[in-house]
């Protein structure tokens, strides 16, 4: 926002100079506030609890102490609202035990078994400590920086007989009133440029106090909580991987003595015959040998196929773009792809990516009996969006004992999610997000 005087326009207050005034008006009047705040939960919450434990041996202790734990739940609920803007973000309410009876007595003396209420009332009891050492700091602050740089408007207001000794002269300075007016100023001045900072610890030392009590338990215990889902998700994705390594290392075990194995036991068993045909009948020799080239071109065709499966050098040269293409080429399914340019991406991710559809074309060819098969890759600011549907006859599941299950475990050893929607004569959709 701008003015203009006379023609020429003036720039206002900067943002950074805003926010640090902002900043210093919610330190101060936090500080201020707390101090009396904090004498009147110091009273309320030591009386409370004195007199329900001097009288608890008589029971009616007991209502009471639990009455001073609620109030002093209270007071906590209203602190954590203003520690909020000091440390500049929302501090998360705790969790509180519920009573687990259902009847009013056992829901009064549910704060007795909380954990957090006894911390709320500790923080009742004992927070006038940081209060009050704040308030002194942030009072004698204030009060010089305002008093030194308005010397000059009350000084002529103020009697100085000769017989005082001011602060100048005890310096060594005089007693010129230029001295003294410019000492105090000088004074005033050095406390304003250290305001800022002075208040800003003073309200940390009480939201930090007030925050490790009212909320560090819980927070605490959401850290140990995340820690233990992120170890748990590491676990997962670890034996994911394994599941899905030793998947595929199975079917290429399976493919290789369905395939070339048997073709070069054939190979063998064809040159031997013609080994023995070539003194007696050398044109049968010539016919065997020929078909042994012909299973050894085969053979090479079925290797360049499993090698593909393995690490295409299509993905790994061009990338992902490229490799979907030259597979949907291949496929004997009519395929719509549509990828658009997404660039390269993490290696791990497109072949993740890769072997996703070309698993999903596999099946769609062997099992789907679909007229056509639609591929789409999506890329968004979280990760790689993977979908391929088809118009079969349905039934595909990531049940254990399906063909999806591998790829189930390689998308999640990826980090990753898979979802099939494979309705019974409806066709089947299976979407793969993977993050990047």
């Given at each position: 926002m701008t003015t203009t005087y006379a023609g020429v326009p003036a720039t206002s207050t900067p943002a950074p100079a805003r926010r640090l005034l902002r900043q210093l008006g919610i330190d101060t009047q936090y500080v201020l506030l707390g101090f009396p705040l904090g004498l009147i939960t110091l009273?309320?919450?030591?009386?409370?609890?004195?007199?329900?434990?001097?009288?608890?041996?008589?029971w009616i202790g007991l209502p009471?102490?639990?009455?001073?734990?609620?109030?002093?739940?209270?007071?906590?609920?209203?602190e954590r609202v203003r520690i909020g803007p000091v440390l500049r973000r929302k501090i998360p309410h705790p969790h509180y035990r519920s009573a687990r009876s259902t009847s009013w007595v056992g829901k009064m003396f549910a704060p007795l078994a909380d954990g957090q209420s006894w911390l709320d009332l500790v923080h009742g009891i004992f927070r006038f400590i940081p209060s009050t050492i704040s308030f002194s700091f942030v009072l004698v602050w204030w009060a010089v920086a305002v008093a030194g740089l308005t010397t000059p408007f009350y000084d002529w207001a103020i009697p100085h007989?000769?017989?005082?000794?001011e602060l100048p002269e005890a310096l060594g300075l005089g007693d010129a009133?230029?001295?003294?007016l410019a000492l105090n100023v000088a004074i005033g001045l050095f406390f304003a440029i250290t305001l800022f900072p002075?208040?800003?610890?003073?309200?940390?030392?009480?939201a930090q106090f007030a925050r490790g009590l009212l909320s560090g338990v819980d927070e605490l215990r959401q850290q140990v909580a995340t820690a233990n889902a992120a170890r748990d998700v590491a676990q997962e994705q670890k034996a994911a991987a394994v599941s899905a390594e030793a998947t595929a290392l199975r079917k290429l075990e399976r493919d290789i003595h369905d395939g070339p194995q048997q073709r070069l036991v054939r190979l063998a068993m064809d040159l031997g015959r013609a080994e023995q045909q070539f003194s007696t009948d050398p044109e049968a020799a010539r016919a065997t040998v020929a078909e042994a080239i012909s299973q050894t071109r085969e053979t090479l065709d079925e290797l360049r196929a499993l090698s593909r499966g393995?690490?295409?050098p299509i993905l790994v040269d061009r990338g992902l773009q490229a490799a979907l293409t030259a597979l949907a080429g291949r496929c004997t399914v009519p395929v719509d792809l549509d990828t658009p340019v997404i660039g390269r991406l993490d290696a791990a991710v497109e072949s993740t990516a890769y072997f996703v559809v070309a698993e999903a074309l596999t099946n769609v060819a062997k099992h789907s009996n679909a007229s056509e098969v639609q591929v789409s890759v999506e890329r968004n600011a979280v990760g790689l969006l993977v979908t391929v549907s088809d118009d079969?006859?349905?039934g595909a599941s990531?049940?254990?004992?399906?063909?999806?299950?591998?790829?189930?475990?390689?998308?999640?050893?990826?980090?990753?999610?898979?979802?099939?929607?494979?309705?019974?004569?409806?066709?089947?959709?299976l979407t793969a997000a993977l993050p990047l």
């Open positions: 009273v309320l919450c030591v009386t409370g609890f004195a007199t329900g434990v001097g009288t608890a041996i008589v009471l102490l639990a009455g001073s734990l609620a109030m002093s739940r209270g007071f906590a609920h209203v007989p000769p017989e005082n000794v009133t230029i001295t003294r002075v208040v800003r610890g003073a309200a940390l030392l009480e393995i690490a295409p079969g006859v349905g990531l049940a254990k004992g399906h063909g999806l299950a591998g790829l189930d475990d390689r998308v999640r050893a990826a980090g990753g999610v898979l979802a099939v929607d494979s309705p019974e004569g409806q066709g089947t959709r």
